[in-house]
């Protein structure tokens, strides 16, 4: 087994979310996030199991991202009713 190497793995998450953006779930394909990671289809599965796994990681860590950035709005003082303005 490759060892994990952690540039590719955020590597891969960059463009897999890039070709999502582009191409869309119908036109996403695994050959197509490994040409334009410039790495083997086979090293994708290294770090994922499936394309499914790819695609949840990858929503995920968009969520997560998303909520962090939200939750550095608030304020202990900001009263709920400014949360909807």
């Not at 994990?4 to 119908?26: C, H, M, P, S």
Request: hydrophobic share 40%.
């Amino acid at each position: 087994m490759r060892p994990y190497d952690t540039q590719k793995w955020f590597l891969l998450q960059n463009k897999a979310i890039e070709v999502l953006v582009r191409e869309g779930f119908t036109g996403f394909s695994m050959q197509k996030l490994a040409r334009e990671a410039g790495l083997s289809v086979g090293s994708i599965y290294t770090y994922y199991q499936d394309k499914d796994e790819l695609l949840l990681r990858c929503f995920g860590h968009a969520v997560g991202m998303e909520t962090g950035a939200a939750l550095r709005l608030f304020r202990p003082d900001m009263g709920l009713e400014k949360c909807y303005n």
